[in-house]
């Protein structure tokens, strides 16, 4: 499921009730437009459980955890665009996938891959260019990037474009081939040129089959370059014609790609690499949306254990050891204790945490703050990765942190301000920030009915007390606004109606636990709002007004006007434009059971 709210007729009644259709609708869509589609089957199963429970043609706005590219999440309903979410987080970010590994969020390491701003012999946005005796212009699009003609007699003229290396580590630039008038080798359209960086093991495939630089290009191919960095620094992507010296050559290629590691991965459209929307599957098969609050980490040398400024006291790093939790071969493995010093505000709290595995022996394995004063103690698994956290209140200012094991792999630390862990911040010689995430959709009065409607989450909480935290749907003001989510008191929700500044229902419920997943839905009209959570009504006013029509116009993950932002693993949020049946508010929210009595047994109902 995922988001719903109005114009559930934008794609014609005929296909309204037809799951697979409707995704059919998204993914060309989404493939139009340069976008990325996950998940598949976990979308059309919820569509389908909608459909089954007679709330599919209800809905009024659909979006799902699996549609989306730079700074937008689609909607299934309506089709048009209308209801796609903008995303804001302006830095990039991480995830788990759905591999089960941490990946940063674009992987693809180049800004601007989609070669988009550019004409005849005219740069495209982010690139330069070099050498002006052959020629390249746009050529159509494939696969979400702007195709490239180069052609020359003799002659050479290319794009280049530049990332930032890491010491020990392995990179892949790949590309497509997609048609050639007059052949040149692999070694004249892309070369890594070092610049401060050590770079060393250049090695030419195509279509994954290693080849020499000399091979000659084929159209409809994919060509991917590896090598290592032995010192860190920067390379410059040479990318078009006779990038290493003058030839003739006439080829189209297409979505260029770098990222880390040896496997080149699906392409990934990039224009800013800012404000991706995280498909996160740390909860399962099926995806969420990450949201998560500003944090920074704190920790230098992230995955870089034998670097400054760690201090080993005396400890083993073997670097590069093992594969980690990226799933690359950057695990270093441990003997003793390493760390590290930051200056850390008095009587702040702070989590410090990292990956770590049992190597050969078992042993203990600690995480301390405050100098070695403070400090809590793990058992680990031979088996697997488990992400360790340690939270303590900082008494020093200048603060020693780090870990102690001894055969441990460990990979990914941080440190960050708070009381608990959030995703995982990749840093080298300086602290890196990742802005809070931000969903907005506004000017949709049309889609929302600001007179009766029900707004609905499945969510589960970061933490237990995550404060105020609310979805809404506003006039972008706290003074009209119809908000749902976690209260100020741990383990607690909230649904408010405020309608002029006053409030008119206020629904409160605790919970066993918030960072289990539930599923909850406030229902309002004159004089009538219910609160149902996980299939049970638990509230009802009847004393109600509403605002006036036309009133509502945004869906946002805060109060309306910024304050109290929603931070969750959110697998889906739905809006409808009519009231529901008690019947169909507990379909929503419950389990959707098959039988009455499959029903009566998870809740204890007594059959007579």
């Not at 595995?357 to 703050?369: E, W």
């Not at 010689?429 to 959709?441: E, F, I, M, P």
């Not at 009209?480 to 409160?508: D, W």
Request: glycine share 8%; proline share 3%; net charge negative.
């Amino acid at each position: 499921m995922w988001i719903l709210s109005a114009i559930a007729n934008a794609i014609g009644s005929t296909f309204i009730g037809k799951p697979n259709y409707l995704f059919d609708l998204l993914f060309n869509r989404v493939q139009a437009d340069g976008g990325v589609t996950e998940a598949e089957q976990c979308t059309i199963s919820e569509l389908t459980d909608l459909q089954n429970d007679n709330l599919l043609s209800s809905a009024s706005l659909i979006v799902t955890p699996n549609a989306y590219k730079e700074g937008k999440l689609y909607s299934v309903i309506p089709s048009d665009g209308s209801g796609d979410l903008s995303v804001t987080r302006a830095t990039t970010a991480t995830r788990v996938n759905s591999a089960g590994l941490v990946e940063l969020v674009p992987y693809n390491l180049l800004s601007y891959s989609v070669l988009t701003g550019g004409g005849l012999n005219v740069t495209p946005t982010g690139w330069s260019q070099q050498n002006t005796t052959g020629n390249f212009e746009p050529f159509g699009n494939e696969g979400g990037s702007i195709s490239y003609r180069f052609w020359a007699t003799a002659g050479r003229r290319y794009l280049v474009n530049s990332n930032t290396l890491v010491s020990g580590s392995s990179y892949a630039f790949s590309f497509y081939v997609d048609s050639v008038d007059t052949t040149t080798n692999l070694g004249s359209i892309y070369l890594p040129v070092q610049s401060g960086s050590t770079i060393t093991n250049i090695q030419y495939y195509v279509d994954d089959v290693l080849v020499s630089s000399s091979t000659n290009i084929t159209a409809n191919t994919r060509i991917k370059v590896t090598f290592d960095c032995t010192s860190a620094g920067v390379v410059l992507h040479r990318f078009g014609g006779g990038v290493s010296n003058n030839a003739t050559y006439d080829f189209v290629m297409s979505r260029p790609q770098f990222v880390e590691g040896t496997e080149a991965k699906d392409y990934y459209p990039t224009q800013t690499r800012l404000n991706i929307p995280r498909i996160d599957y740390s909860n399962g098969t099926c995806p969420s949306i990450l949201l998560e609050p500003q944090r920074t980490n704190l920790a230098l040398y992230s995955q870089q254990f034998d670097n400054a400024p760690w201090t080993t006291g005396g400890a083993a790093v073997t670097p590069n050891f093992a594969t980690s939790p990226s799933g690359l071969t950057d695990a270093e493995l441990i003997n003793g204790n390493i760390y590290q010093a930051a200056n850390l505000t008095i009587g702040a709290t702070y989590t410090l945490s990292v990956w770590a595995k049992l190597y050969s022996l078992n042993a203990p394995f600690y995480l301390f703050g405050n100098s070695f004063s403070s400090y809590q103690q793990y058992t680990l698994s031979f088996s697997e990765y488990q992400r360790v956290s340690f939270t303590f209140t900082a008494t020093q200012s200048s603060n020693v942190f780090g870990f102690s094991g001894y055969d441990v792999l460990i990979w990914g630390a941080q440190l960050e301000a708070g009381a608990y862990a959030t995703s995982y911040i990749p840093t080298t010689s300086a602290s890196v920030t990742r802005n809070g995430d931000v969903l907005s959709k506004t000017g949709i009065s049309s889609l929302l009915n600001s007179t009766q409607g029900v707004l609905y989450f499945e969510a589960k909480a970061l933490v237990n007390n995550t404060g105020t935290s609310v979805i809404s749907i506003s006039n972008g003001t706290n003074q009209n606004t119809l908000y749902l989510g976690y209260s100020g008191t741990a383990n607690s929700l909230v649904a408010q109606l405020i309608v002029g500044g006053a409030a008119q229902c206020n629904f409160n419920h605790t919970l066993s636990s918030a960072t289990d997943t539930h599923k909850v839905a406030v229902m309002y009209a004159s004089n009538n709002a219910k609160f149902y959570v996980n299939g049970v009504q638990i509230d009802v006013d009847t004393t109600i007004n509403v605002p006036s029509p036309g009133t509502f116009d945004r869906l946002l993950n805060n109060l309306g006007q910024g304050s109290f932002p929603f931070y969750s693993n959110l697998s889906s949020i739905l809006y409808f434009n009519t009231t529901l049946t008690d019947d169909q508010l507990e379909a929503l929210t419950g389990e959707g059971f098959d039988t009455y009595q499959l029903m009566a047994e998870n809740y204890n109902y007594i059959l007579q």
